[in-house]
């Protein structure tokens, strides 16, 4: 199946920080990716739907100014966490559709001390 | 709002033995996934049902899919301890493109 990779694949940071992680799809070029966010014992929630080449979706309740979407090309997509606090650390998980497959990446776990 | 439920959310069998995973949702859908999660990982994908009566098998594992009814299956065929993991179905709806995930079902299997 196709591959998608995530940048970095674990990360600490002090609280007030920004952390960007990248997503890639590696072999196929993806339109549409999307990000999630998975708390322990949980399921993955929806955070935000990245298009290329244009303004993400967020779903309700998710601060786009907190959690930055940049989709610059059709195989890479950027999160960025801006001035994280220790309540936004969590495993975020990157997804890319490739016809009727959604790929997931390995996942980022973010901890904010 | 699309509402995915899946049932049981724990699952504590013996090898050797079958069960049976549910996954019922509250709207029209023209797709629906099963993913595996294993602790500290990401998902995996295991099966992807397109239409009513859609039935797919994977070793121990058969998927199925009954649209009228809103509902599908992952049937475990003689379990196994590799089975071990969490098991999440994911709905998307005939009118969008994001996925809502059912609640996910960790399944253990004991020797």
Known sequence: ?113 | ELKVEQNPLFLSMQEGKNYTIYCNYSTTSDRLYWYRQDPGKSLESLFVLLSNGAVKQEGRLMASLDTKARLSTLHITAAVHDLSATYFCAVRETSGSRLTFGEGTQLTVNP
């Open chain 1, 1 to 113: 199946g196709a591959v998608v990779s995530q940048h970095p694949s674990r990360v600490i940071c002090k609280s007030g920080t920004s952390v960007k992680i990248e997503c890639r799809s590696l072999d196929f070029q993806a339109t549409t990716m999307f990000w999630y966010r998975q708390f322990p014992k949980q399921s993955l929630m929806l955070m935000a739907t990245s298009n290329e080449g244009s303004k993400a979706t967020y779903e309700q309740g998710v601060e786009k100014d907190k959690f930055l979407i940049n989709h610059a090309s059709l195989t890479l997509s950027t999160l960025t966490v801006t001035s994280a606090h220790p309540e936004d650390s969590s495993f975020y998980i990157c997804s890319a559709r490739e016809t009727t497959q959604q790929f997931f990446g390995p996942g980022t776990r973010l901890t904010v001390l």
